[in-house]
Every structure is written in structure tokens, then in C-alpha cells.
């Protein structure tokens, strides 16, 4: 989707009936009147009712995001464009009150990668409870529609990508599990009953890039192999589709393969609805924002845009996201292009949709009770502090951390975002209701800060007017606190980098103020750079990468910074060197090394800066292989279907791993487990290894044993044949805990090689 403007946003909502989503009201005629009013029918029983009412003109004018509704039968416009990335975000759907009052705010947390640098599901599954909350609350209070377009899940695979941050990371099973508890949160404890919101899984399929090099995300043709196609780029949406159930989709920009995304009978259902049978509720397809324009306009699909906006249509998908009036229904209609059963097949499933969520119900919905008094709860700021504190990394420790500050102490706190509340939410953010920055923090602890500024991007050759005032500042004090790294203006929806280099003016900074030989502590800001200046300058003692951290940034910062925390994230993407760029072209899909491609991700790379999954401690930690006698070192294959009966056999359990975690530092800490596999079965080349399970421990202290057994399932096991085929082989498997790798075991799978799903041929 196209990006919008805060500003922009803000100023609109001065303009609350323009953005003010009225509900249906079906105590009163001529609505009332309708079967849709009828609660005691089945959700698809009520949507054919109403669509039966339609008139022709009202039913295509119904088709696109900002639907008109139909006042002739009592039925409001809505608008089905809503966002609540990582909180309740601004969006055409979806108006903050501005000044005081009631839905000025909600609670904003950390950026979906921080989020997933925690590695805790459980947290992930509140966290998306308290947006589904808060969302409902903005639905009910008429600010936002009740479906929203979030999350999103597309594998963040080149570090160059603008949006990398929006998603879960670059690994497939911290994905897909992430996906899974924040659906599971947002659309609440019985979807299968009543939705709190509709969840809607997006880009499908393939998109991760926005500009580069003359290639956008509008005109993009993703060249993607089955078998690549089948284990990277596909995967997460399974999960959305086929395991956890969403509401909804939407479809990309790009195409693939050379056919549009959204005007792909191959994505849209024989995948899709056939395939993972995504079907049960119905369920609907928006496409990205000027997607259906894209089809003709940018990938010369069709010959005109009437053609192309019939071609989504048919190929299935059900709405067309849109600012103005940029797909041409009208003209698909007159021209004998669009049937009236695509238009009424889609239709159906759109306000299946939001029945399903009570939109026409009122105080009979299960949720109409939710509202203000549900936003910004102690709770969800809690949580929204919990998460930061818990997704933080620490990339870099030579004993400095945690500070031993005494009251006295006195901090100086250098960079752009170590006194700027404005910078710690990211992108697609609503407003919150407060942003504690770590100057913040820090003077509420007690302690004498100094604050001043620093460079974002600019190069050495700018004009300095930071470098004398942080100088000052740290002169007087006895720590030097750094806050750099990268903020929204170096990518973003629309934009992608096109280095990965420390930007120059920072770097000449931090080596002036080290060379004072005072503590000197970096706390990095944004997506991965290479890290190798900062990681090898000896007068930089430690690092602490916190991407967007969200509202209460500044004072996860703290805890951890004086030891009241201790840090535990994980890297959930790939740090790479500078040189990756040109190594490999942004669009370039192959996953697998080649003569042309050095790998992506942790399973195909080599050599990166710093790995996926790593993350220092303040402590230290000693994971035991399981004992014999607690996991058999041999499996046979058809054992371990024959005792399952689940419908996609992917989804069988294999044992639990016993895992043994024993503190064997000074300080208290939680520890993530990660548990890879890796091994010369399947089809080669060979991964370097994959993450087949992991869990988060909290609270180990010093000295403590705890035992965690690791879920996982044959899916987890199974690697890709070059038809995209999920299959489990025979063979070794070695399994490492950590990374770096802290110890390790094998067991054998014997018998012959299983589908256990085969994928569907274009």
C-alpha cells in the first residue's frame, strides 16, 4: 500500500465526517427489513440476502475499498481500508480524534521485527490480543472499520528492503509462528463464532522490494522457482491460510511468473482456495492499493484497464483497494468483461466478512460492550514495555554493560533519537499516548543528563552542527550514551536502500567522542548496516540494536541498560557486508547460492557480520543435549504417519524435544532456546541448517536448571524437492542449540521418502 502522511492524516481528521464510519442499523427500515438483520440465519444465508437487494449499479459500486453502501436499503458506506501494523494506525478506514478526547490515541508497540526478536508466541499472542481490542474499540466507536490490514508476513530476505521491518524476519518458522499468535490474538478466542477483528494476511506473493534500480514493486516480475516458491515465499500465507484461518488476504503489487499477483488464477485459487482450502468462512481477497490499475497500466498485462480489472475479478479476487477511482469496473461491466456471478460471488464474501465479525448485529455482537475505556489500558502499556525490553539485542559486550551508575552519575545522551519521542514508533503508526524517550527515562531514574544531537544520513561533507555540542556534552559526563543507526527517512514504504554502510557523519562521531576514553554504549536505531566499524573500534564497549521500540523505548532502553533487565533477543534477520549489494541484485528470487548468487538467509549464507539468531547476555548459559532414554535416536517414517490421523500430514507432531538450560552466570536472565537442523538429506545443495523449534525461558537465575521441551512437527523436518513438493527423507539429522552453537546431537529418520504435501503445478 502506498504511504500516507501523519500529516497529512492529522489534518484530514479535523474533517471527522469524512472519515466517520457510520454502522448498519437493523433495528430500523428499510434495513430491517432484509435477511441480513436476521441473526439466527447462517453468515452466508445473510450475505445473499443482502447482496440480493442490490441494484446492479449499487453492487459494483460496492466492489472497491471505500464502498458506497447502498442508502436505498439502509446500508452505509464502509470503508475497508483500516491498519494496525504493531497498534490502531492512521488509514483512510481508520481517524484519531485530534486534540483531547475519546480515540486519540492507542497503544503503540514495537515494530513487528523487534517484536520478533523476543521469540516468545505467548507474548505475541497478548500483544495481538490488545490490537484486536483497541481496533475493536475504534470500530465500535464508528473511528475504523472492523477489518484491518495487518500483519504482514512477507519474508524479509534482503536487507535492503524498505519495509523489512513491517514483517517477522527473514526465517520461515519465526514467521509462520508469529502469524499464528497474532491472528490468533487480533480475531480473537472464536473466530470460528464471532471475530473480534478480520486479520488479513498480505503481500500474496513474493513482494519485497519497493524501488531499485528502475524496477518497482508496480511493474516487478518475481522469477520465482517452484521448489522456492513452495518453501520461502509461499509458506507464511499457509500458515495465515490454511492453519490459522484469516479473515482475510490481500494480494501484491508484483507479479509472478509473469502473471499480476492479483490476476492470478494460480495464486487467487488453485493455490489459495483449492490447494490450502481457504474456504470454510468464505473468506475474501482485497488487492494491494492500485494493484488492478498495475495489471495493465505498469505489467502490460491486459490491454486495457477494463480487461485488467475484469482479470482480478475472475481470478478471484474480491475487492480492489483504491485511493480514487483507479480500476475501471464500470467499463470491465459495459464491456461484458465482468459476469454478474464473479460480482455477486464476491460480494458475498465481503460481507460474509464483516457479518462474521457483527458489523450488522449491534449490542448483539459479542464485542459491542468494547470500546474507550479499552484503549491504552496499564495492561497493554505494559506489554508494550515487556516486548521492547524482550526484542532488544545486544550485539556487542566487553563488561561495560550493565552501567554501574551511582546516583551521581552523570550521562551524556547523544544522537538523533535519544531525546525525540517521534522517532521510536516506525512506520504505519497511529498516535500514542505518550513516546518516553530515553532522556526520559533517564531523568526519571534520578541521573544528570546531557543531551544533544546527531546526524541521521549525512555524509561528512554536510554542515556540522552536531559535533561541538556533543563533544560538550560528554566532556561533563561520565558515560557516553549513543543513539544512532538508521531512522524512517532511509527507507520505507516506497523506498529501499541501496547500501548498507554506517552513514558517514555518525561514524565520525562516534570515533570522536570514543577517543574521550569514557564508557561509551551504542543503542541502534532501524535495520541492519554492517556493523563491522562499530563492532571492531575498541573505544565502542557495547551495543544494543532496538530497531523502533515503540512508545516505551526510552525506558526498555534503561532497564536494560542498568541491569534492571537483561537483554535476551535474538537477530531475527541476517547482518551482511556492505559488499552483499553487489553481490546480488535486489531482484534477484533464487534463494540457493549460484554462480551469480552468494545465498540468502541464514540457511544459504556463509558469511555473514553477525548471524540470525545471535544475541549476547549478561550472563552466561549451558543447554544439554536430551539423554537417550528422554529422545530415541532412530525414527521410522511410517511409524510416525501411522499414529497420525491430522488432514495435512505436514501438520503431524514429531516428538518433543527435552531440552536442559542451566544458568551458569551471575545474573538473572531469560534465555531463548533455538534448536537448527542441518544434515545431507533431501535435495542438494544442502542448507547450512534451518530453525526448527525454539522457545523463550524466562527468569533463569544464577545457578537454575530448567527443563523446556521443544514442539515441533514433521513439517518443521521436511525439506522441498524441486516441484515444490513438502517431503520428509531418510537420513542423519543434526541438531545444534544457540548460536553460536553450544551443543548438538543426531538422530536417523529410516524408510523412504514421504510427500506429505504435494504441490500444485501452475
Known sequence: MLSWSLALLASASTAQAAFFQPFPDCTKAPLSNNQVCNSTLSPPERATALVAALTTEEKLANLVSNAKGAPRIGLPAYNWWSEALHGVAYAPGTQFQKG??????????????????????????????????????????????????????????????????????????????????????????????????????????????????????HNFNAKISLQDLAEYYMMPFQQCARDSKVGSIMCAYNAVNGVPSCASPYLLNTVLRDHWKWTEHNNYITSDCEAVLDVSENHKFAKSNAEGTAMTFEAGMDSSCEYESSSDIPGAWDQGLLKIETVDRALKRL?????????????????????????????????????????????????????KLKKTSKLAMIGFWADDGKKLSGGYSGTPAFTHTPAYAARRLGYTVSVAPGPVLETTSANDTWTQKALDAAKTSDYILYFGGLDTSAAGETKDRMNLNWPQAQLALIEKLTALGKPFVMIQMGDQVDDTP??????????LWANWPGQDGGEAVMQLLTGVAAPAGRLPVTQYPTNYTEEVPMTEMSLRPSATNPGRTY???????????????????????????????????????????????????????????????????????????????GPKPYPIKTLASYARLSGLKPGKKVETKLKWNLGNLARHDENGNTVLYPGTYTVTIDEPTLTSFKFKLEGEATVLDKWPAP
Open 100 to 217: 483531547d478526547g475519546e480515540f486519540n490515541s492507542s497503544t503503540s508497540f514495537p515494530m513487528p521485527l523487534l517484536m520478533a526478536a523476543g521469540f516468545n508466541d505467548d507474548l505475541t499472542e497478548q500483544i495481538g490480543a490488545v490490537i484486536g481490542l483497541e481496533s475493536r474499540a475504534f470500530g465500535n466507536g464508528r473511528w475504523s472499520g472492523l477489518d484491518y490490514w495487518t500483519p504482514n508476513v512477507n519474508p524479509f530476505k534482503d536487507p535492503r528492503w524498505g519495509r523489512g521491518s513491517e514483517t517477522p524476519g527473514e526465517d520461515i518458522l519465526r514467521i509462520k509462528r508469529y502469524a499464528d499468535s497474532m491472528i490468533r490474538g487480533l480475531e480473537g478466542p472464536v473466530p470460528e463464532k464471532e471475530r473480534q477483528v478480520v486479520a488479513t494476511c498480505k503481500h500474496y506473493a513474493g513482494n519485497d522490494f519497493e524501488d531499485w534500480n528502475g524496477a518497482t514493486r
Open 351 to 403: 460481507y460474509e466478512g464483516i457479518i462474521r465479525v457483527g458489523y450488522f448485529d449491534g449490542k448483539k455482537s459479542r464485542y459491542s460492550s468494547i470500546g474507550w475505556k479499552d484503549v491504552n489500558k496499564p495492561e497493554s502499556q505494559r506489554l508494550a514495555l515487556q516486548s521492547a525490553v524482550e526484542g532488544i539485542v545486544m550485539t556487542k559486550n566487553d563488561g561495560t554493560l550493565p552501567l
Open 534 to 543: 562499530v563492532l571492531r573500534l575498541k573505544g565502542v564497549n557495547s551495543i
Open 603 to 681: 540457511r544459504w549464507y556463509p558469511t555473514p557480520i553477525l548471524p540470525f539468531g545471535f544475541g549476547l547476555h549478561y550472563t552466561t548459559f549451558k543447554p544439554s543435549a536430551p539423554a537417550d532414554k528422554s529422545f530415541p535416536k532412530t525414527f521410522k517414517i511410517k511409524d510416525l504417519l501411522a499414529r497420525c490421523s491430522a488432514q495435512f500430514p505436514d501438520t503431524c507432531p514429531f516428538p518433543s524435544l527435552p531440552v536442559e538450560v542451566k544458568n551458569t552466570g551471575k545474573a538473572t536472565s531469560d534465555y531463548v532456546v533455538l534448536a537448527f537442523l542441518s544434515g545431507e538429506y
